[in-house]
DNA sequence: ATGTTAGTCATCTAGACAGCATGTC
DNA sequence: CTAGATGACTAACAT
């Protein structure tokens, strides 16, 4: 079958395509179009990656813009959202329009009504379902990619709702789900009455194997020598063969699978000894420059690591990596100038990295709820070694997974080699999961009674899948009863509706149990603000947590001082530890039970509060953290918002302190310590740090809103401490910080210049500023158009020496020297 | 005295979605 | 039921 002999594409794509050079379909392409796929027809195709499932998707979303409908693509992960955005911008000139909404990069809803083919991840079109967004009733056309991730226990069911919540908007909806092979394909595509597209062919031919002693068996009997040297491992050996067997001129590039951070690392930092001895002098100029830009991401330790594997040709991936790393590493893999990455699954869900040789080195990972190493999904597996075989550049892509010893050879062979995958399984009958999804389900009108939610969620796969109805049931009930007890939801009768908060946290798609736990936690110091106006003895308890009011105390007069003063405004001593002094009304410690604590609501209170919610990943404590944070605990204990475990209640205790130590990397950044001195103290990276700074602030958003809507004091400290996540800065940087190009360094440096304010940055001198900033004109002059100024040209204007040394000597760590210089680099 | 090696012991463990609302004397 | 690589530290031993 080709492009050509299909009629219900728009003009001109067929020959497109042709141009492309898809001149015949794919085996299972074609067997997809014969379904339907290109008409409008329900189609799940279970097929290897890297077979043209995205083409399918393309053939029945384009068909179904040109019968004049609206298409949906919804994948697993933002990286893939932003990939497949610009894949189907290859269509515009056909008359397609492509829009893409995720957490991170939202157009708005309006604009997104006009797009005929939106990317989106589930959890964005889940909360675009919640809050209404009214092209969601346009659609005619849903792909879902990655389907078999309903598996998943935490992000499956959002999955799995949200597919048959468009279905339920939309009766006549075609859905094309796209999906790694599995063993029950045909379950899924009963749930989703579709045709089921099934098949192993691969344009690429994949050889997999195992390698032991001085040979790698391959499944198909054939055998390759690869002896290990002396001092060499078997890992090193295959790299270094995949690199010397050239095709076309070229060495085989390889991706390393490894069950830790530290082994990507250390694996990493190995094979750079292997690859760099296999690079020429034009490789290792542009090396250089790539482990330049590396290391200008971030001054962090990682960074400095990924720089000199990158040196050398090597390169390790994980999620601690900054973002930047990880598009700089993996564009750079696919220009075949990185020769090996060493990688945590990260790499085998993420973005398109496809390399000639994938080596599975681990094959089990820690489990703490498994109780030790547990051996990968076989899914899993074939997911990294599906990444085996570059399209165009490779005759034949090679996976092989290492054993030491016989047994272990013989187990890979059945567990992964001629083994079939898992099936997937809903998870969807769990109470967190359905936490979050009844309550939606019911604020977003899609059932008004118990009968009706049961009606609903028998559309899941769950539904499909089990034949006890009795199980869901009783976990919905238990639900709804929690919803209830926390003012989330009305029953009278037999009908549920949502309260004005229950449908608040649906639309802030937060876990119905952060929002209780944010809510107790405002609730109890508006509590204890309450008692300062009240006498003592008719203060009574407006929180839903009446323990928690005791933990407060009376005093004072202020409701609440928010904000932690910047130490020593942090230039005189470099910024050496850039902790946050202690509340001015709050260094005076703790008088046990008697009284005459100062309650007060601390940026710190909140990081805690939203650390300790389901909704954040908590850090993991490390040796030694316990009686750190423990001492700091009791140090610190006013600060907390809601009632605090007894540290005899040892896993609740053992939360709150975790919740602490993230807490406090929080205080940390919006401190403006900086980013290498972050990762040092909590152990973590750059990646993380971003992470975690990204989801408190997604919390303290929802937080302010939830205390806005309870009519809480606390408002306004929330917002300060939102803002002062989001920019990083200490309270009296607020104001600066907020202008565009001014980030926490750049305005901490104008701060110590004496400009404060945006009122000062805009009177100010402009060689003071032109200092402070480096001499950086052009920043200088951005900088000023974006707070306001008239005159924002810096023309002619010398900067000051004195301003620039000042700030230079203020901020730690800092690019350039202490020593003035006259470039403009920006 | 100094360097080398083998053995012991404690430490630590993958990933990543989401709200809101944008600016000015 | 169900861990194991890593790196710091140490003891024993060779030069």
Redesign the pocket.
């Known amino acids: 079958m080709k492009p050509s002999d299909l009629s219900t594409l728009p003009p001109g794509v067929p020959e497109a395509l042709e141009d492309e050079g898809v001149e015949e379909l794919y085996p299972p392409q074609a067997e997809a179009v014969e379904a339907g796929v290109a008409d409008g027809e329900s189609v799940v195709a279970s097929v290897p990656t890297a077979s043209g499932k995205t083409l399918i998707a393309e053939l029945a979303m384009l068909s179904a813009v040109q019968r004049g409908g609206k298409a949906l693509y919804i994948v ?4 893939l959202a932003s990939e497949k955005k610009a894949e189907f911008e290859r269509w515009e000139e056909f008359g397609v329009d492509v829009g893409v ?4 990069y ?1 157009s ?1 809803g309006e604009w997104l009504a006009s797009r005929d083919v939106i990317v ?5 079109v ?3 379902v919640r ?1 209404g967004a009214a092209w969601v009733d346009d659609l005619t056309c849903v792909v879902s990619d990655e389907v078999h991730l309903v598996d ?1 226990s ?2 499956g069911p ?1 999955l799995e709702v949200t597919l048959a919540k468009l279905r339920r908007v939309n009766p006549g909806l075609q859905v094309v789900a796209l999906s790694a092979t599995v063993g029950n394909a045909d379950e899924v595509a009963d749930w989703l009455d579709a045709d089921l597209v099934q098949s192993d062919w691969r344009p690429i031919d994949l050889k997999t194997g195992v390698h032991y002693g001085n040979a790698v068996n391959f499944d198909d009997g054939s055998q390759r020598e690869v002896p290990v040297g002396t001092g060499e491992k078997q890992t090193e050996s295959l790299v270094a063969d995949a690199l010397d067997e050239r095709i076309d001129g070229q060495g085989g590039s390889s991706l390393v699978f490894v ?5 990507a690392e ?2 990493a930092k190995r094979m750079a000894e292997v690859t760099s001895r296999r690079l020429d002098a034009g490789e290792k100029n542009d090396l250089r420059e790539l482990a330049a830009e590396i290391r200008d991401v971030s001054d962090a330790d990682t960074s400095e690591d990924l720089a000199r594997c990158v040196e050398k040709g090597a390169a390790f991936h ?3 990596l900054a973002s930047e790393h990880r598009s700089l590493v993996e564009d750079a893999f696919r220009d075949r100038l990185v020769k090996c990455i060493c990688a ?3 790499l085998a ?2 973005v398109n990295t496809p390399a000639r040789r994938v080596i599975v080195r ?1 094959w ?5 709820e ?5 051996p990968l999904d076989t899914l ?1 597996v074939h997911q990294m070694m599906g990444r085996a075989g570059r399209p165009g550049l490779d005759p034949y892509g090679e996976a092989i997974l290492l054993a ?1 010893d016989r047994d272990t050879m013989d187990e890979l062979f059945e567990r992964y080699l001629w083994a079939e995958p898992e099936a997937v399984r809903s998870k969807l009958a769990a109470e967190p999961a359905l936490r979050t999804h009844v309550l939606a389900t019911v604020a977003s009108g899609f059932a008004t009674s118990r009968e009706g939610l049961l009606d609903f969620l028998d559309r899941t796969l769950y539904a499909s899948q089990t034949d006890d109805d009795a199980r869901l049931a009783e976990v919905t009930d238990r639900v709804l009863e929690y919803l209830e007890v926390n003012g989330f939801l009305d029953r009278e009768g037999g009908s549920l509706t949502a309260t004005g908060i229950g449908h608040t946290v649906s ?3 937060l876990d119905p149990m952060s929002a209780a736990e944010i809510i107790d936690g405002l609730e109890a110091a508006e509590a204890d603000a309450e008692s300062l106006r009240q006498s003592p003895a008719d203060r009574q308890s407006g929180g839903r947590d009446a323990e928690g009011v005791d933990a407060g105390v009376t005093a004072g007069e202020t409701g609440f001082v928010t904000g932690n003063e910047l130490a020593a405004s942090s230039g005189a001593d470099g910024g050496g530890d850039g902790r946050g002094g202690e509340d001015a009304g709050d260094g005076s410690g703790r008088a046990g039970g008697a009284g005459g604590t100062e309650r007060t609501v601390t940026p710190l209170g909140l990081y805690h509060l939203v650390s300790r919610t389901p ?3 908590q850090l ?1 404590l ?3 953290d316990r009686e750190t944070y423990e001492e700091e605990f009791y140090e610190r204990e006013g600060e907390f918002l809601g009632h605090a475990p007894s540290e005899f209640e040892d896993v609740a205790f053992e939360e709150w302190l975790s919740a602490l130590k993230t807490a406090r990397l929080l205080e940390d950044w919006a401190s403006e310590l900086d980013e290498d001195r972050i990762a040092e103290r909590y ?1 973590v990276g750059p ?2 740090i971003h ?1 975690k700074v ?2 408190a ?2 919390l ?3 937080a ?2 939830l205390s806005a809507e309870l009519d809480l004091d606390s408002t306004i400290a929330v917002r300060e401490a ?1 803002k002062r996540v ?1 920019y990083g800065v200490g309270e009296e940087l607020l104001d600066l910080a ?2 565009r190009g001014l980030g926490r360094k750049r305005a901490r440096r104008l701060h110590e210049a004496g400009i404060e304010t ?2 000062d940055l ?1 009177e100010a001198d402009k060689p003071v500023v032109l200092g402070a900033l480096r001499g950086r004109r052009r920043t200088a002059e951005r900088v000023l158009e974006n ?2 100024r008239k005159d924002p040209s810096m023309d002619g204007v010398r900067k000051d020496a004195g301003a620039s040394a000042a700030a230079t000597a203020a901020v730690e760590g800092d690019d350039e020297g202490g020593q003035a210089t006259f470039g403009d680099f920006s």
């Open positions: 697993p992960l933002r990286a909404s995720t957490g991170n939202e708005d989106a991840t589930s959890e964005k889940d909360s675009l809050n998943d935490h992000r959002t069950n830790s951070r530290r082994n250390g694996a994980h999620a601690g945590t699954p990260t869900a993420g681990d089990k990972r820690y489990d703490g498994f109780g030790g190493m547990k899993e030491k639309r802030l798609y909704d954040m990943y993991y490390k040796s030694g152990g990646g993380d992470g990204d989801t602030e997604w303290l958003g929802a302010e809103r939102r989001e907020g202008v945006r009122a805009r707070v306001g």
